[in-house]
């Protein structure tokens, strides 16, 4: 009397990863997301090590968490993934303030945002 299995998210070929709650705005973090997509793994994660921007390391963690899914989760091999998907989406936002002249209020707003790699196998041809 147990239930059945939940099917897979993603498609045979593919594995994913997501990270949630990065302390960064979406844009930011779109423009180290569209460094990589398509991209084959290996090159991917050097251009993640010597990117100069701040939330690079934790979109290399990511891709590091998708290829090991791969390889141990679903068998694929390391060697033939591409970078298939990488979107961002938003989270949460913080809000805070700092008092001003004449009794005012600046708001402050620190957003968070979310980012999900999808890798995906493909033969190379010869």
């Given amino acids: 009397m147990s239930k059945d299995k939940n099917p897979r998210r993603v498609a045979d070929n593919e594995a994913m990863a997501k990270l949630r709650m990065l302390r960064t705005s ?18 991917a994660l050097t251009d ?5 921007k701040r939330i690079a390391a934790d979109v290399k963690k990511c891709l590091q968490s998708a290829i090991a ?3 141990n989760n679903h068998n694929l091999d390391v060697d033939e993934l591409i970078v298939a998907e990488a979107y961002v989406g938003k989270n949460l936002t913080m809000k805070r303030g700092r008092p001003r002249a004449r009794g005012r209020f600046g708001k402050i707003i620190k957003p968070f945002s979310e980012i999900t790699i999808k890798v995906r196998q493909v033969e190379e041809q010869a």
């Fill in 48 to 52: 993640l090590t010597f990117s100069k």
């Fill in 26 to 43: 979406p844009q930011k973090l779109n423009l180290v997301a569209a460094m990589i997509r398509g991209k084959k793994v290996d090159k």
């Fill in 69 to 71: 899914n791969a390889e």
